[in-house]
Nanobody, 124 residues
């Protein structure tokens, strides 16, 4: 059974960097071709794909956030780490880590496994 667990700061000040850790169990992020993505849902809004990393280490980003988003991975810990720099209140959301067969504009049914999500609030 694949499981993803998000861990994050909970509260981030404006202009700081939001860093999440997505810990994976039941699968290896370095094997097979899947997209390991992070997705967010701001309050009262829909889901938004932020970016992804693959088993080979290739990265993909939402063009709307590309300038201040990054994602890396540590295969020895089976973790991937998305980051968002220079955050504003608009980045307040529930953030999810996912494993799926799609990315970006793919339909949400292509995202096969989801973590439970972690609330991140941007506030001074």
């Amino acid at each position: 059974q694949v499981r993803l667990q998000e861990s994050g700061p909970g509260l981030v000040k404006p202009s700081q960097t939001l860093s999440l850790t997505c810990t994976v169990s039941g699968d290896s992020i370095g094997a097979n071709f899947y997209y390991w993505s992070w997705v967010r849902q701001p309050p009262g809004k829909g889901l938004e794909w932020m970016g992804a990393i693959t088993a080979s280490g290739s990265t993909y980003y939402n063009p709307s956030h590309k300038s201040h988003t990054s994602i890396s991975r540590d295969t020895s810990k089976n973790e991937f780490t998305p980051q968002l720099t220079s955050v504003t209140s608009e980045d307040t959301a529930v953030y999810y880590c996912t494993k799926g067969r799609g990315k970006g504009g793919s339909k949400w049914s292509d995202y096969d496994y989801w973590g439970q999500g972690t609330q991140v609030t941007v506030s001074s």
